[in-house]
């Protein structure tokens, strides 16, 4: 009922919040060429496994501003992956330079805060903002592409989100929630432009 009849499909997210105490989170994750299989391009080409690692870790931290009545929480993710794509044209003998296991990066920052306010008993107010980095070196390259043939893209987005809740009776409840549009600023260019 709260999205009407006619909706396809729906996505909800739901995000933590600060509380009386201070909290939070710490990740870390490593992953290198040892722990990858080769595959049958890989194999093909000859060249054994092409270097790998992928670093990600982040952080997350919550608390109050004001005992009962403000609270904070906000995080912080990062990946960094050094890779690699190959080509393999199916005819060595003539494409010889565009053949083989070529480096490539790919780079994400995500950013995420919140600030939740108990305005009266009955009355509550939020303010979230995300924003979510991406940088790919070379997207679309590999298998028969050339090196040469994809493109970089690097596309940060953001949004905020304001909500107000106001509990008018046990029975009634008055929620508004406002949403700046995620914005997606888009640059793309030849491989390596970026």
Known sequence: AEHGGNVAGLVSTVTKSGANRFSGEVLEFFKDKSLNAITRDQERVGKGKPDYRRYQHGFALGGPIVKDRAHFFGAVELLTEKKS???????????????????????????????????????????????????IDCETCGGTNAAFNGNYVQSPRDTTVVGHNWVLSPQKLNELRVQWPARLRSETGPPGAG
Not at 97 to 125: C, I, N
């Open 85 to 135: 794509f190959t080509v393999n044209s199916g005819l060595p003998q003539f494409y010889g330079a565009l053949h083989g296991t070529f480096p490539t990066d790919y780079l994400r920052r995500k950013y995420f805060g919140r600030v939740d306010v108990q305005l009266r008993e009955s009355q509550s107010l939020f303010v979230r903002y995300a924003l979510d980095w991406e940088h």
